[in-house]
């Protein structure tokens, strides 16, 4: 008997997790996921599927037919649908379409919907699945209503009930908190007029950046939040659970824009796929390494005469981009969380200016030390230490003054800004330091 | 009329949000801030304390009496007050010490309770008000009791109703949903047992890892978590919006270390000890610097007889570096993230020699098709080429490998792996490229 078989007799069907079900399924090998997927319930193995990292994707596929793979789909909430015939899409077009065609037209519908919204708008992320009333409704009828609608499974996960109007655009939200202290034999609208806290909803419209939804999530301290269109219709809502999600993927975004990878390329398994993308950022990277080159090159007659220049000189390119880097990241995090609010740029510069020029300044000390008793020429430790002050301040600014100035045009402050700054660290460094020792030494 | 005043004018009471209040802050300067803090309600002073970033702290407090800080201390919920005492302590112990003792005895107790805790530590992060009840209360009963909790405010934002034994050990999660659906005339025991649902507490202990608790809730697609101690006695709970915190705290915490940043040195406006923690870090890469500086000392000879060599030799140590950034960084982030699980470094160390290999075939082709005609001398772009392979190849290896590493003896995965790293790929660079050239060349 497999580890799932074990699970799933050891549990009762209520108790049954879709993400218990593929961490077990995450330590088998091929031949016994094959014979555990079979087990899943099939009303839970749409969420299993998306449970699991995309590499396992193809695997669960393979092994159901298309009917299985339409319960599959049917059995997801909206937002999921939507995530799971993606997948499917980019896996097997013949396949996705085939599925699509067999599920209910409503799903379809929604499906389609859904599938309107950029990646970065709201709408992209909701789910159709909520819980709304009218005004003039009497508590109590609203309360069966939403017994019987979720005895039949229509809606899950309930926080909040959306009060709209007869065109559907939304009124009020009324927590379940709120609904339970209300007078069950009045109108809602009763209640609310009676009730001293307010039931203005805090909603977000579904064109609106989905980056700022999370910042309405983060400051109101929301786990449910409804959205609305242009003219305040009520489309569906998204919960805590999406927006631990989208943190996290924002944060990996950045995280691997700042190192030169592509986050959507480096989802699935395909090596090619990663790889061409990391190589369009090393080929941007060994062109700026060639004109830094091309810097040292104007020198080459300063370093054929004191091959001591071509030891040391790695070492001021390096601390550059390193404190640069420093900064850069600094910078770039604060801007994405919200720390930096406009008018705050000359105060980030100011700082980063202050810290690079005070561990410029002792570095430069230690080194111009280090190389003066290691060549036993005093003055070489006079070039490396200026030029050790020169980058690292240069670093300081730059690492500030890229992301801040990227983010000022609309661009994404991460990306490119760590090719941009170790050009400017890596030219600075080497030709600070060659030109000091050309005037000086030579 | 200020910005603050039109827009405490403008809105109800029961409408006027802490983030609001703070966000009309950040754009004031210094002398309207401290006429605008007074005319912050007092009972939401200390969470637009909270909501402002960490530097406007001390602004507020001078502009504060001990009552008026005791008095927004108190509104406060345990884990918010934990948050503004620890504040006001790293501002001044004086008037903390103060503010606590004034203090009621309730409030103290929570909180010297809650600062037993470690910050890794799941309890550090609950919040002690919570709504209990016992199984064989009458539903109704628990719903009077319930509006009174809430219209005292003592207790808000609640989603569920904790079941606990008499000795207080939480036995069921009921959501208000649940709730709101059952035979409010039977016991809260007789409806358990009626519905096919299941509520056994998805719960954590106080001193598990709070990273753990922050993957059950993304995994189980939870909103609040109740908090138990050992032996299963009800704490507390972790809601949604601390977890969006964390997630941002621990991304941006990764963020840092791979660029030798200290997290919490970043978040004041204290130049000198951002400057510091950053300038121990820039210290340990200055050694590894000089470290491999050394290894291109051995290879003065070549040097001196082929300027050329100097002039090329940071493009394949760079390339190095960039390329192993790469790997890293998502080494680094898939491990946080739970994309790796054990057994799995093999297939991650593969992916990754792989992708390193077809980046180094194609840079070095490309580098010493450059170097060839560059210089005129077309053993001079083989050498290049083998090393850029080689280099490449140890980028992806070590890239992975590291963290990896790390991560199975216990220790941070990002703190300390990009120095290694770099360290690896500045040395091998510099060895091959410049041992490759004395023997081949000279």
Chains 1, 2 share one sequence.
């Not at 031949?31 to 994707?57: C, H, N, Q, T, W």
């Not at 269109?229 to 805590?240: F, V």
């Not at 390096?318 to 406009?342: P, W």
Request: without cysteine.
């Amino acid at each position: 008997m497999n580890k799932l078989e074990e699970y799933l007799n050891a549990h009762e069907r209520s108790e049954i997790h879709p993400s218990d079900i593929a961490k077990i399924l995450k330590q088998l090998d091929d031949a016994e996921f094959s014979a555990a997927i079979k087990l899943v319930p099939k009303d839970l193995i749409g969420d299993v599927a998306l449970a699991l990292p995309d590499r396992y994707f193809d695997d669960i596929v393979e092994n159901l037919s298309v009917d299985e793979l339409k319960h599959a789909v049917s059995e997801l909430e909206s937002d999921d649908q939507v995530d799971f015939m993606h997948e499917l899409e980019e896996l097997d077009e013949n396949i996705a379409s085939e599925v699509f065609d067999t599920l209910d037209e409503e799903d379809r519908k929604e499906i389609i919907k859904l599938q309107t919204y950029e990646e970065e708008e709201a709408g992209a992320y909701m789910q159709l699945e909520i819980f709304t009333a009218y005004k003039n409704e009497i508590v109590h009828d609203v309360i069966r209503r939403f017994a019987e609608l979720r005895k039949s499974k229509v809606i899950e996960n309930i926080q909040n009930l959306f009060i709209v109007s007869s065109d559907n655009r939304l009124l009020y939200t009324v927590g379940l908190d709120d609904l339970l202290v209300f007078d069950f034999k009045k109108t809602l609208l009763e209640n609310i007029e009676q009730s001293e806290d307010s039931f203005e909803p805090k909603k977000a419209e579904d064109r609106e950046n989905i980056k700022d939804v999370v910042h309405y999530f983060e400051e109101y301290d929301l786990s449910v939040m409804p959205i609305v269109n242009a003219y305040g219709i009520l489309l569906g809502r998204i919960t805590s659970d999406d927006i631990y999600d989208i943190i996290n993927e924002h944060a990996t975004e950045q995280m691997y824009h700042l190192a030169g990878v592509d986050d959507d390329a480096e989802e699935y398994d395909e090596i090619f796929r990663a790889g061409k993308k990391r190589a369009s950022w090393l080929g941007i990277n060994l062109f700026t390494a060639i004109f830094a080159s091309m810097v040292i090159g104007l020198f080459a007659d300063t370093l054929e005469s004191m091959v001591a220049l071509a030891v040391l000189m790695p070492i001021v390119a390096s601390m550059g981009g390193n404190a640069g880097t420093q900064s850069l990241t600094v910078v770039v995090r604060q801007l994405a969380l919200g720390g930096i609010s406009k008018g705050d740029a000359m105060r980030i510069i100011k700082k980063e200016i202050l810290i690079s020029l005070m561990n410029g300044l002792i570095f430069a000390v230690v080194m111009g030390i280090v190389a003066a008793i290691w060549f036993n020429i005093n003055m070489l430790g006079v070039v490396i230490a200026l030029s050790m002050v020169i980058n690292l301040l240069m670093a300081g600014f730059f690492g500030a003054a890229i992301p801040l100035f990227l983010k000022k045009i609309d661009i994404d402050p991460a990306i490119g800004s760590t090719v941009i700054l170790t050009t400017v660290t890596d030219v600075v460094g080497f030709f600070s330091f060659l030109a000091l020792a050309t005037y000086i030494l030579l």
